[in-house]
Antibody, heavy 117, light 107 residues
Framework: EVQLVESGGGLVQPGRSMKLSCAAS????????MAWVCQAPKKGLEWVAT????????YYRDSVKGRFTISRDNAKSTLYLQMDSLRSEDTATYYC??????????WGQGVMVTVSS | DIQMTQSPASLSASLGETVTIECRAS??????LAWYQQKPGKSPQLLIY???SLHTGVPSRFSGSGSGTQYSLKINSLQSEDVASYFC?????????FGSGTKLEIK
């Protein structure tokens, strides 16, 4: 059974950093691209970033370029999202998702990130 | 960036009815389109990929169609468990973009 379990969320002040993790199991992690998708409270879904199966390629939405870094450790089957210079508009639930040829076929339960002083 | 325009924003239908949700892309996305269902308080779940392929375990009353810039999701024989928000997403080109969502309720 595919499982994706996010951790690392919480309350953080504007301008500070936070690192999210996503532990994957139930599939061969290094065969799949992985993504982060966020959802602000009562809002729609927004794709944040994708990393290729081997970590060689990364893609970001414009609003997080230069502030967020997606990475992975295939030996640990874990995906990461390093979020720096956080802003109030980054407040959202962040989902880790497995990408299969582009679509996100499995999602984690999500982790809440609140950016507030 | 490719813009996804989804309609309607909300929908109310009776049990057993057929409903259709539409997404229009700002340019041709060559069937690089997925549909997701998100029930209240839950994570999104994939329903349809490549515009018309049913994801594993998804009931056959869900179907997707379309091409070019116009795509639709049809739900036949609406059931109470279909109450949810539905989102389209293009993955033809980065940055991937979602439609604004359709909230489906039962009359």
């Amino acid at each position: 059974e595919v499982q994706l379990v996010e951790s690392g969320g919480g309350l953080v002040q504007p301008g500070r950093s936070m690192k999210l993790s996503c532990a994957a199991s139930g599939f061969t992690f290094n065969n799949y691209d992985m993504a982060w998708v966020c959802q602000a409270p009562k809002k729609g879904l927004e794709w944040v970033a994708t990393i290729s199966y081997d970590g060689s390629s990364t893609y970001y939405r414009d609003s997080v370029k230069g502030r967020f870094t997606i990475s992975r450790d295939n030996a640990k089957s874990t995906l990461y999202l390093q979020m720096d210079s956080l802003r109030s508009e980054d407040t959202a639930t962040y989902y880790c998702a497995r990408q299969a040829y582009g679509s996100s076929d499995y999602w984690g339960q999500g982790v809440m990130v609140t950016v507030s002083s | 960036d490719i813009q996804m325009t989804q309609s309607p924003a909300s929908l109310s239908a009776s049990l057993g009815e057929t409903v259709t949700i539409e997404c229009r892309a700002s340019e041709d996305i060559y069937n690089g389109l997925a549909w997701y269902q998100q029930k209240p308080g839950k994570s999104p779940q994939l329903l349809i990929y490549n515009a018309n392929s049913l994801h594993t375990g998804v009931p056959s009353r869900f179907s997707g169609s379309g091409s070019g810039t116009q795509y639709s999701l049809k739900i036949n024989s609406l059931q109470s468990e279909d109450v949810a928000s539905y989102f389209c997403q293009q993955y033809y080109d980065y940055p991937f973009t979602f439609g604004s969502g359709t909230k489906l309720e039962i009359k």
